[in-house]
């Protein structure tokens, strides 16, 4: 036949798959947004047990998607069956905030979890699975995750700041009239939380900066920033319950880039520090990358050092994920942050 050869099947493991983000993600890496539109999937789903029964409902509405490229649906409550063999896991179970609380007050709650999904990955999946953490406080949740998976490099963990990037281009995009593919380089740095800070020291607008641009410094730092900061408790005041199709859209973009390249492309991800700006080792903290393909990524470090303003922000952030990290030491494998 004159068919090129088919690209081997890529399992992807997902977590919390009955839940509102599940819902809204799974359709879409049917449809081959995730991985490309030559890539297949077998998807390996996991829930609770109480989950087992709504998730067979979605696995059902996955079926009559009829998707070419979707191989074999698996679902399970035993994170050792579904991480079997995984390229890919997308950590989205967990329970959501609701209003009046911080994402941080879901500490007790999950991330306990990711301790155990950390042992099954080490268990389980490839070597060289490619990790995302979606279920919130995000980046405290990769870190213990990747501490219980000693085989597993810390740099394929990645905590999700994705959304956080896409809301900051869509608030410059909106305050100027660019459209959104035409705001670049906007950085968030540090923690999935209210901390972190959306930087647009270097960003372009259409090319031109877009502090020039903008040219309203009392915007960016009464309105941009706390919007973009508190955009998920704004979405839970309007809504009642937490964002899920953007943050979806947002896991899709993350492992789209990651896994196909973003070109010349700057994104956000949390990924594990290696001390590159001034930023302690060890914790999981929101930086620029370029995505290359195949899982690659690299640190952009080749960026003029932050203002006074950006680096007492970025003080800020780094603070709290230091705390955070305190704050689970006991689910650390013997309680020794130096082995993270
Ligand atoms: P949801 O309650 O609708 O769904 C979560 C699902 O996870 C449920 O079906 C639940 O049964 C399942 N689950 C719980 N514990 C599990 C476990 N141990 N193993 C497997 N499945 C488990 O919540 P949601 O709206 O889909 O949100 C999921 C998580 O994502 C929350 O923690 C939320 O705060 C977080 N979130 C993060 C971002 C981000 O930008 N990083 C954005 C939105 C939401
Ligand atoms: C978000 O950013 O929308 C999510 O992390 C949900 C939340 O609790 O804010």
Redesign the pocket.
């Given at each position: 036949s004159s068919a090129a050869a088919e690209l081997p099947i890529k399992k992807v493991a997902v977590?919390?798959?009955?839940?509102?983000?599940?819902?809204a993600l799974l359709m879409r890496i049917s449809s081959g947004q995730m991985f490309g539109p030559n890539q297949p999937v077998e998807l390996q789903l996991?829930?609770?047990e109480?989950?087992m029964k709504?998730?067979k409902g979605v696995t059902m509405e996955i079926m009559d998607g009829a998707f070419p490229l979707v191989r074999k649906v698996t679902q399970t409550?035993d994170?050792n069956v579904?991480f079997g063999d995984a390229d890919v896991a997308v950590?989205?179970?967990?329970?959501?905030?609701g209003p009046g609380m911080e994402?941080s007050d879901?500490m007790s709650a999950?991330a306990a979890?990711f301790a155990?999904?950390g042992k099954a990955l080490n268990n389980s999946a490839k070597r060289d699975v490619s990790v995302l953490?979606?279920?919130?406080?995000?980046n405290t949740?990769a870190l213990v995750a990747s501490a219980h998976a000693s085989d597993i490099d810390p740099s394929r963990f990645k905590?999700?700041?994705?959304?956080?990037h896409n809301r900051a281009i869509a608030q410059v995009a909106g305050k100027t009239g660019a459209m959104a593919g035409d705001v670049k380089k906007v950085v968030i740095w540090g923690n999935?939380s209210a901390t972190q800070y959306p930087d647009l020291s270097n960003a372009l607008v259409e090319g031109k900066p877009a502090l020039d641009v903008i040219n309203d410094i009392k915007w960016i730092r009464e309105e941009f920033i706390p919007r973009v900061q508190k955009r998920?408790a704004e979405i839970i005041g309007a809504s009642g319950?937490?964002?899920?199709s953007?943050?979806?859209s947002?896991?899709i973009d993350h492992m789209r880039d990651l896994h196909l390249g973003s070109g010349d492309s700057w994104q956000s991800m949390a990924i594990h520090s290696d001390g590159s700006y001034g930023i302690d080792t060890g914790i999981w903290f929101s930086v620029p990358c370029l995505c290359r393909g195949d899982g690659v990524y690299e640190r952009i470090v080749d960026i003029p050092a932050p203002d006074e303003f950006s680096a007492a922000m970025i003080d800020a952030t780094r603070k709290e994920l230091l705390e955070e990290r305190d704050t689970v030491r006991h689910l650390l494998p013997g309680g020794d942050v130096q082995a993270v």
């Amino acid at each position: 036949s004159s068919a090129a050869a088919e690209l081997p099947i890529k399992k992807v493991a997902v977590t919390g798959a009955a839940g509102s983000i599940g819902y809204a993600l799974l359709m879409r890496i049917s449809s081959g947004q995730m991985f490309g539109p030559n890539q297949p999937v077998e998807l390996q789903l996991i829930e609770t047990e109480v989950g087992m029964k709504p998730l067979k409902g979605v696995t059902m509405e996955i079926m009559d998607g009829a998707f070419p490229l979707v191989r074999k649906v698996t679902q399970t409550s035993d994170p050792n069956v579904g991480f079997g063999d995984a390229d890919v896991a997308v950590l989205v179970g967990g329970k959501p905030r609701g209003p009046g609380m911080e994402r941080s007050d879901l500490m007790s709650a999950n991330a306990a979890i990711f301790a155990e999904q950390g042992k099954a990955l080490n268990n389980s999946a490839k070597r060289d699975v490619s990790v995302l953490v979606v279920a919130n406080p995000a980046n405290t949740n990769a870190l213990v995750a990747s501490a219980h998976a000693s085989d597993i490099d810390p740099s394929r963990f990645k905590a999700m700041t994705r959304l956080d990037h896409n809301r900051a281009i869509a608030q410059v995009a909106g305050k100027t009239g660019a459209m959104a593919g035409d705001v670049k380089k906007v950085v968030i740095w540090g923690n999935h939380s209210a901390t972190q800070y959306p930087d647009l020291s270097n960003a372009l607008v259409e090319g031109k900066p877009a502090l020039d641009v903008i040219n309203d410094i009392k915007w960016i730092r009464e309105e941009f920033i706390p919007r973009v900061q508190k955009r998920g408790a704004e979405i839970i005041g309007a809504s009642g319950r937490s964002s899920a199709s953007s943050a979806a859209s947002a896991a899709i973009d993350h492992m789209r880039d990651l896994h196909l390249g973003s070109g010349d492309s700057w994104q956000s991800m949390a990924i594990h520090s290696d001390g590159s700006y001034g930023i302690d080792t060890g914790i999981w903290f929101s930086v620029p990358c370029l995505c290359r393909g195949d899982g690659v990524y690299e640190r952009i470090v080749d960026i003029p050092a932050p203002d006074e303003f950006s680096a007492a922000m970025i003080d800020a952030t780094r603070k709290e994920l230091l705390e955070e990290r305190d704050t689970v030491r006991h689910l650390l494998p013997g309680g020794d942050v130096q082995a993270v």
